[in-house]
């Protein structure tokens, strides 16, 4: 088994290494575009999946405290941390086997990024390939769409000369420049710009609320509704379902294989982002997030928090981007331009891509009703129910078993403790992620819609009357709330 690691290794490696070595001499401007430019280390895996994984939802992580109470916050988390680092394992063990199947068939990936609806066609089949495709574009466009849709709240909060729907339009066009980023070998400054963004905010968010200090009458009363504490669940499966991209990711690696253990590292650095930062806010303000869903509606105006908004909009940039680009490569796939060495000419057949997501920006700006429904409909799917089968149906015959390129842990109870870790999270996310969160969320969803109808101009705007100000209204960023129910006299300030 060994000596067949090692053929797989210098296979893989040497696909790689080749393709790297190509195109030389190598002057300083060539050292300097693939120093901020063309990435394929373990480090860029590792930052790409951090920064990936918690961006606009840090926001709303106290907002789901509230809802589910700090010790279930807290454990869920957890949970769902680990959960989604055993999918993204599952999903780096099939990459590997596809590839590996194919480079032994003397397939080239040289101009080809392998994605996830390949993989599953490659080992399962084609009805594999269909339900895989539909579930991870579908969530992708949201997730693009979320992000969309964020960046006007961001700005909003900053400038509110104009309305939501204005913004929209307006990011619409500067996010459409993502376009021109040919694939995830070349989000190397980004992911590590992205990962400085959130941390940043994150630990802005835990000191602000500790020097800010517990509110006075402080009330931390949930869980009190099972709508409620569905919601609050759904966000955080939502937050630790950032792998739709773990294919990508991997392939832009110099060295697929050692991709194992990254998501696993990242989600441990993530935590320590999440935990501190929700848990400070939670207990500095209690029962109010509940009706306040973003964090920076109740933190006092300064400096530092300008700084975190500004930071967390040029985020949503790059998270865009994280989310469009294997929908670039489906469509490129799809009209036969994936394989086009001309950059101009893939970026302009790509950009018929974000038109839907411009409109349906437009239709839904109900950004945190969209979090919760795209985590119980599509995430519960995409990121943990399909790959967590993928492993049970590839594997399910002994020959398959016996010449894995990749066999299970033996301290995890090597191919039994495989099976049974993966039915257990087959059944817990088609429960409690897909059924109870799904009823949550839309029941959620549909009160939006009821509320405030489709197209509405601008979300959760404070009302023209209004005598609060405009730095300290809840709605201006507003995540996963239900409409606001606005008590003025219930401000700090």
């Known amino acids: 088994m060994a000596s067949s690691d090692k053929v797989v290794e210098t296979m893989?490696?040497?696909?790689?290494?080749?393709?790297e070595t190509e195109q030389k001499p190598k002057n300083m401007k060539t050292k300097l575009s693939q120093?901020?430019?063309?990435?394929?280390?373990?480090?860029?895996?590792?930052?790409?999946?951090?920064?990936?994984?918690?961006?606009?939802?840090?926001?709303?992580?106290?907002?789901?405290?509230?809802?589910?109470?700090?010790?279930?916050?807290?454990?869920?988390?957890?949970?769902?941390?680990?959960?989604?680092?055993?999918?993204?394992?599952?999903?780096?063990?099939?990459?590997?086997e596809y590839r590996t199947r194919k480079e032994r068939e003397k397939v080239d990936f040289r101009n080809h990024v392998i994605q996830w609806f390949e993989v599953l066609d490659g080992l399962l089949g084609k009805h594999w390939r269909n339900v895989g495709l539909a579930f991870n574009c579908t969530f992708l466009l949201f997730g693009s769409v979320i992000q969309l849709i964020a960046c006007a709240s961001n700005i909003y909060y900053i400038n509110d000369n104009l309305d939501k729907r204005t913004w929209t339009y307006i990011f619409g066009a500067c996010c459409a420049t993502t376009v021109f980023i040919p694939s995830f070998h070349n989000y190397r400054i980004w992911s590590f710009l992205g990962l400085l963004m959130t941390t940043y905010t994150a630990w802005y968010l835990t000191i602000a609320s500790l020097i800010h200090g517990q509110i006075e009458g402080v009330k931390h009363s949930g869980p009190t509704k099972l709508v409620l504490?569905?919601?609050?669940?759904?966000?955080?499966?939502?937050?630790?379902?950032?792998?739709?991209?773990?294919?990508?990711i991997m392939h832009a690696m110099w060295k697929p294989q050692k991709f194992k253990a990254i998501y696993l590292l990242a989600t441990l650095y993530?935590?320590?982002?999440?935990?501190?930062?929700?848990?400070?806010?939670?207990?500095?303000?209690g029962d109010m997030l509940l009706d306040?869903?973003?964090?920076?509606?109740?933190?006092?105006?300064?400096?530092?928090?300008?700084?975190?908004?500004?930071?967390?909009?040029?985020?949503?940039?790059?998270?865009?981007?994280?989310?469009?680009?294997?929908?670039?490569?489906?469509?490129?796939?799809?009209?036969g331009m994936h394989e086009c060495k001309s950059l101009c000419k893939r970026a302009a057949?790509?950009?018929?891509?974000?038109?839907?997501?411009?409109?349906?920006?437009?239709?839904?700006?109900?950004?945190?009703?969209?979090?919760?429904?795209?985590?119980?409909?599509?995430?519960?799917?995409?990121?943990?129910?399909?790959?967590?089968?993928?492993?049970?149906f590839t594997f399910k015959s002994a020959a398959s078993r016996e010449n894995?390129?990749?066999?299970?842990?033996?301290?995890?109870?090597?191919?039994?403790?495989?099976?049974?870790?993966?039915?257990?999270?087959?059944?817990?996310?088609?429960?409690?992620?897909?059924?109870?969160?799904?009823?949550?969320?839309?029941?959620?969803?549909?009160?939006?819609?009821?509320?405030?109808?489709?197209?509405?101009?601008?979300?959760?705007?404070p009302p023209p009357s209004t005598s609060t100000p405009a730095v300290l209204s809840p709605q201006l960023l507003n995540g996963t709330a239900s409409p606001p129910l606005h008590h003025p006299h219930l401000h700090p300030h």
């Open 270 to 285: 993530v935590l320590t982002l999440t935990i501190p930062s929700a848990s400070a806010v939670y207990w500095a303000f």
């Open 404 to 461: 894995a390129v990749e066999q299970p842990n033996k301290y995890l109870g090597g191919w039994v403790g495989a099976y049974t870790i993966n039915v257990f999270i087959v059944g817990w996310v088609l429960v409690v992620g897909f059924g109870f969160g799904g009823w949550a969320s839309m029941t959620n969803f549909i009160h939006q819609i009821d509320t405030f109808g489709l197209f509405t101009k601008c979300y959760q705007c």
């Open 292 to 335: 306040h869903s973003n964090a920076f509606a109740l933190l006092p105006k300064s400096p530092f928090r300008d700084m975190a908004v500004t930071l967390m909009l040029i985020h949503q940039f790059i998270t865009f981007g994280f989310a469009c680009t294997p929908l670039y490569f489906v469509w490129e796939k799809a009209i």
């Open 35 to 96: 120093f901020f430019w063309h990435g394929g280390s373990v480090y860029d895996a590792w930052f790409s999946c951090a920064s990936n994984q918690v961006a606009q939802v840090l926001l709303t992580l106290p907002y789901s405290f509230s809802q589910l109470g700090m010790l279930s916050g807290i454990l869920f988390q957890l949970f769902y941390g680990l959960l989604g680092s055993w999918t993204a394992y599952l999903i780096s063990i099939l990459y590997v």
């Open 12 to 19: 893989i490696v040497g696909n790689y290494v080749e393709m």
């Open 229 to 248: 504490y569905f919601t609050g669940a759904t966000n955080i499966l939502y937050t630790f379902g950032g792998h739709a991209v773990t294919v990508e």
């Open 349 to 392: 057949a790509r950009l018929p891509v974000v038109i839907p997501i411009w409109f349906l920006a437009i239709i839904f700006p109900f950004f945190g009703p969209i979090n919760s429904t795209v985590g119980s409909l599509l995430v519960s799917f995409t990121v943990y129910i399909i790959p967590a089968l993928a492993h049970i």
